[in-house]
């Protein structure tokens, strides 16, 4: 619903001028002769654009009548009861106003009679199916009834028979009237249906009327041009002219041949230099992999010799390990932790050979059962004197470079003796000091 609808359901009517209207001997007019309205403040522009499309060569008539069909397009269908009078004042308010621009425009008044007949029968039926009136037919009653459109302006309430006897009068001679037959199809086509809508096949019937409108109206036009732009002009073609003309599918098919030969060829000279190719790699002496560096395994017996010939030291090389047995009394005096000379020698040489290999180094120290004499003083046990000569040792091998990680210092005291304690000879047999090396590979 427009603006101006809202205002004048509101009770707003901005309509106060004089307005004389004639007879027409086909299509009776009886709206008063008299009355005051005032056209609304685009009214003026509204004529403009009437008058325009008169000198344009359009149908002024439907340009006049744009007001009225966009109020039957948008027949409010929720408002207050009270609120219809509003609603039929400001279409009869437009209905003079469209009668008006028409005669400043000149229009023939027979045609303006007629379109207004019309749309005073549609708006009157489109009113009447609405929700507010509370029928269902536009042939029911209802408060509408009572301010009908028509009987104001034409006198009668039969204009849902007696516009289509109009329009087959109009349509009898298309090229008169053609301004009036197009505003109708606009009509029908906005829902309009007058007495087919009680007919049987109605729908059908009133859809045949509206197609045959419809053609005559597009029959009244100048044929459309089917060119987009009819001014423009390509570019002049050139030397190409001839491979512009060649088709798509040509062009496609040659690079296709193109492509494949040169595949083809390609192919070829890679097959033809693959056999050079194998032939100088089988060529090719098998590259030997690098000598590996073997280191020769621990053979302390050997190193220490002289030492095992004289009775000091015990070696013995074991798959996996190699153990070397230093005789204590040979190493350390009685009950002291202080290696002799002719001992660290022997062990320095031990050192150098471990250096050799990977693995762990495990340094045990062994005494017998006696009590201690001359070392009471500074250790507890024969265990704490054991670990203290293995200590001894192990800051040798470390002296000598063997890594601290790989070095482990450990006092048995007399848990583990050779030969029983009960005679001289066994107990120097206990007494004792052992390097455990157990080498691995070295990566």
Same mark, same amino acid.
């Given at each position: ?14 309509? #106060? ?8 001997? /086909?299509?009776?007019?009886?709206? +008063?002769?008299?009355? #005051?309205?005032?056209? &609304? ?57 469209? #009668? ?34 509370? #029928? ?5 009653? $209802? ?7 028509? +009987? ?7 204009? $849902? ?6 329009? &087959? ?8 009237h053609m301004p009036v037959l197009e505003v109708v199809h606009h009509v029908l086509s906005l829902g ?6 009680? =007919?049987?096949? $109605?729908?059908? %019937? ?5 197609? /045959? ?5 597009? $029959? ?12 423009? =002009? ?6 190409f002219q001839l491979l512009r003309s060649v088709p798509v599918w040509v062009s496609a098919c040659v ?43 621990? /053979? ?18 074991? +798959? ?13 005096? &009685? ?5 002799? +000379? ?29 009590? %201690? ?37 450990? &006092? ?12 001289p000879p066994g107990r120097a047999q206990n007494r004792r000091v052992q390097i455990e090396v157990k ?5």
């Amino acid at each position: 619903m427009n603006d101006a609808l809202k205002q004048a359901i509101d009770g707003q009517a901005p309509w #106060t001028r004089d307005v004389a209207l004639e007879d027409d001997a /086909r299509v009776r007019d009886t709206a +008063p002769k008299t009355l #005051t309205f005032a056209p &609304g403040p685009n009214h003026d522009e509204r004529l403009a654009e009437v008058r325009l499309a008169q000198t344009q060569g359009r149908n002024a008539l439907l340009v006049a009548a744009r007001e009225l069909l966009r109020a039957l397009a948008e027949m409010p269908h929720d408002i207050q009861p009270e609120q219809a009078k509003a609603l039929r004042d400001l279409l009869a308010q437009e209905l003079h106003s469209f #009668t008006r621009l028409c005669e400043q425009a000149n229009i023939r008044r027979e045609h303006l009679l007629a379109v207004r007949y019309v749309l005073c029968t549609a708006l009157d039926e489109a009113a009447s199916l609405t929700p507010w009136n509370g #029928t269902s037919t536009a042939e029911s009653a $209802g408060p509408w009834s009572s301010m009908a459109l028509l +009987p104001e302006f034409h006198g009668e309430g039969q204009g $849902g028979e007696v516009v289509f006897l109009l329009v &087959g009068r109009l349509a009898s001679s298309p090229d008169e009237h053609m301004p009036v037959l197009e505003v109708v199809h606009h009509v029908l086509s906005l829902g309009f249906m007058g007495d087919y809508r009680v =007919k049987p096949d $109605g729908h059908r %019937l009133l859809e045949t009327i509206r197609h /045959r409108l419809h053609a005559l109206v597009l $029959g009244s036009r100048e044929p459309v041009a089917r060119e987009l732009s009819p001014r423009w =002009k390509g570019v002049a073609q050139g030397k190409f002219q001839l491979l512009r003309s060649v088709p798509v599918w040509v062009s496609a098919c040659v690079l296709g041949l193109v492509l494949l030969g040169q595949f083809g060829w390609s192919k070829y000279q890679l097959l033809s230099t693959a056999g050079d190719v194998q032939k100088r790699i089988n060529a090719l002496q098998r590259l030997q992999p690098p000598p590996v560096s073997v280191k020769a395994p621990l /053979r302390l017996a050997e190193l220490l010799a002289a030492e095992v010939a004289q009775g000091r030291v015990q070696v013995s090389d074991e +798959p996996g390990r190699s153990v070397v047995l230093f005789k204590g009394d040979g190493m350390f005096a &009685g009950g002291l932790a202080q290696l002799s +000379p002719a001992a660290r020698q022997t062990i320095e040489k031990v050192a150098d050979a471990i250096n050799d290999v990977t693995g762990q180094v495990v340094v045990t120290g062994h005494s017998d059962n006696q009590p %201690l004499v001359n070392g009471r003083a500074y250790f507890a046990d024969n265990q704490a004197l054991s670990l203290k000569r293995a200590q001894e040792v192990v800051a040798v091998l470390k002296a000598r470079g063997v890594d601290q990680q790989r070095i482990e210092a450990v &006092g048995k005291g007399d848990t583990e003796p050779l030969a029983g304690n009960d005679t001289p000879p066994g107990r120097a047999q206990n007494r004792r000091v052992q390097i455990e090396v157990k080498p691995s590979a070295k990566p």
